[in-house]
């Protein structure tokens, strides 16, 4: 049976993976928005972002008044701690899905993203969500692995980061400027996004293991580089 | 005569005092950099902000054993954990002066700013380093007053970053789509700084009087508002 402590305890790691599962929802939500200008999706984005607020509000003051209360020291403490910096990371994502949604809206009726960057922005988009998918998953599990995992996918993002830059830069670009900052400022925003997830992760295996995952990751890096080669190929 | 427990407190502060001044040097001298296309400047700037990151380690490390050993409560603990916070604000906008820094030396021998942003990217720049200052400022001296100011600045610094989206969005805009990826990358940096400076001292305030900067603001708002409006005329 666990103790009141313990359920509290608990209760937050909930809350981690509440505020998780809603700000992979609303960046999945927002990038649909703003591929089909749908207003209405972009608002209710907008909207569901307080949602996402209060809860961390809510989670902060139980994390103080547990502090407070109990007194925790040693694992407990680091757990309280960086559950307050991973509440952090998420609410912040929360904005960020939010200023997908706005961005959305300031184009309305028009369409911000152009045809042909339609498919990198929905695979940016949808892989954003899945490694916050990912990282609630690590929050539930504790996986190690699948935390280390999250860094790979996170190279990805790079990637179509760097083709939507490629797109800017190409010399046909026949979108003009407001468009191409419209699209830098959602590359950063997708970018930035997946860095907030990978952060939660990264937090967790230092929960577990005690060590940063940078560490951990010089450690297996080979296997891991030799692994993602063998997929390439 | 001060405790060792108090001691510690306090050199908590002092770090992140230190903090606040060496990230307001790093946007000073980032801007500096990316207007002369000066590169070594620009190293120095990267180079530096590994010490505001072991900075910021070293404050967590201490702010964490500070709460396992003397496992402080009511003001003390809202103290410790508000400073965790702040150390992440501050973590965070070194590492946008570096991002500054990085876009001097990506574009190096070339400027990446045109001449006819130079003003206002200087004026961003030279404001984004004030607003540090005073976060700093606040830090010491708990100036309720001054961390109000903040607000005000920050609402400067959208004005600019208005100005500068005006240059981008101008018909006769003709330095091509590079410079304007860069121009509204910078312009996120600028403003993102602002923010978490504005962050500390809305923290400091949270802190000194137990509500936070916004419920304040709004009691005191239409005061503030007929001020600057006799200011602007």
Chains 1, 2 share one sequence.
Request: net charge negative.
């Amino acid at each position: 049976m666990r103790d009141a402590y313990h359920e509290e305890l608990d209760s937050i790691g909930d809350s981690l993976v509440e505020m998780a599962r809603m700000v992979g929802s609303a960046i999945g939500r927002a990038t649909t928005a703003i591929l089909d200008s749908d207003l209405k999706l972009a608002e209710s984005v907008i909207e569901a972002d307080q949602k996402v607020d209060d809860l961390q509000h809510d989670l902060e003051a139980r994390a103080i008044a547990l502090l407070a209360r109990q007194q925790p020291v040693a694992t407990d403490l680091r757990i309280v701690v960086t559950s307050l910096r991973m509440s952090a990371d998420l609410e912040r994502s929360g904005d960020l899905a939010q200023h997908v949604a706005k961005l959305t809206r300031l184009r309305y009726p028009e369409r911000a993203i152009p045809q042909d960057l339609h498919a990198t922005i929905l695979e940016m988009g949808q892989l954003a969500q899945r490694l916050m998918a990912k990282a609630a998953e690590v929050l539930v599990t504790k996986d190690v692995d699948l935390a280390l995992q999250l860094e790979q996918d996170d190279d990805a993002m790079d990637l179509l980061h760097r083709t939507l830059f490629q797109h800017l830069m190409d010399e046909r670009w026949k979108h003009g400027i407001e468009t191409a900052v419209d699209v830098t400022l959602l590359g950063r925003y997708y970018e930035r996004y997946a860095d907030h997830a990978v952060a939660v992760a990264k937090r967790v295996v230092y929960l577990v293991t005690g060590e940063h995952a940078d560490e951990l990751q010089a450690d297996i890096q080979p296997e891991i580089q030799s692994v993602s080669g063998a997929e390439g190929a």
